[in-house]
């Protein structure tokens, strides 16, 4: 089958005024998106998961690299302008997409205006939409400060998908939310993807969420990917010690669940603006030897599909003491989840 999406060595540096130095968001990455798939971008604050988004959408440049959609190179103006409608995004707040002094239906036939909808179209679709996510029509009316959050993400999402787009770019789509309206943004999303056929894009740093959404993943740190793969490799079986410390620190607040950790990470996490040279994990990791600080380590295949960016990556091994955190780690994306269909 043909790529959606392809990204190939992509880089995003962020000039620094006053200074010759720049903030390196994204570091050489490369990655594919399926049409119909859902790809998982996980990663810690500030490792560049909403700076690829933006690429993706053309929201920012990109300093090198390429994003292909259906084989043709985003960065020609015509191409983006012919694919205009079929990416689209959904931010962590859909309050700051949406104009406050318009009802919320105006903002959701916006993107139909652009590409040249008339206004008899444009309605028919906005109606649509608007049932299509849940709400009623009434609602539509309203202005944002008079809806509630969970309200506000439905008609984020209805903005995004009423261009029906082939890509949705989803930027922590639920963090904001209460645990019920997050479960049922997410239960949301999974049926428009079935239903309406499209790819997404989903950044989170909730690895709970993107275990029970993606079909792959993607991990980043400090604007690398670090391991991609199938999602239940890598989060049954992560290869790399930056997943497995990811992993480990999510059960850390649990205090039934097994300790000690696998893998702990030690120390901070270096500055985009100074990168060290080899892995830009080896002052962190455990397993790290001389080597690791030389170079910065290929992707190593460990599985059907499946890459990891570290040298060390069989001295991991995959011990029964792991494997007791990653159950622990099932069960307890199954408890999060479950949350929202008990209160539904
Ligand atoms: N416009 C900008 N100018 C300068 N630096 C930026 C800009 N946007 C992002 N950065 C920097 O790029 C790096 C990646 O940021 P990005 O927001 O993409 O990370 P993230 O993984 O999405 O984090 P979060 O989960 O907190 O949103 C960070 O160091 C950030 O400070």
Redesign the pocket.
Known sequence: MKKLVEVVGLKKH?PISGSKKV?Q?INNISFHVMPGETVGLV??????????GRCLLGLTDVTDGSILFEDQDLAGPKVRKKHLGDLQIVFQESMEALNPRLPVFRSVEEPLTTLGFDAAARAERVREVIDRVGLSQRLAKLYPAELTGGQLQRIGIARAIVTRPKLLVLD?PTSMLDPTSRADIIELLISLQADLGMASLF?S?DLSTLRHVSQRVAV?YL?MIVEQGPAREVFGRPRHPYTVGLLSSVLLPNPDLPRPVPVALKGEIPS?IDLPTGCFLASRCPLAIEQCRAAMPPAHPVGEDHFVHCIRHEALGHSDEMSRVFDAFERETERILSIGARTN
């Open positions: 962020f903030v968001a990663g810690e604050s500030g490792s560049g998961k909403t700076t690829v922590e950044i740093h980043m604007g985009p």
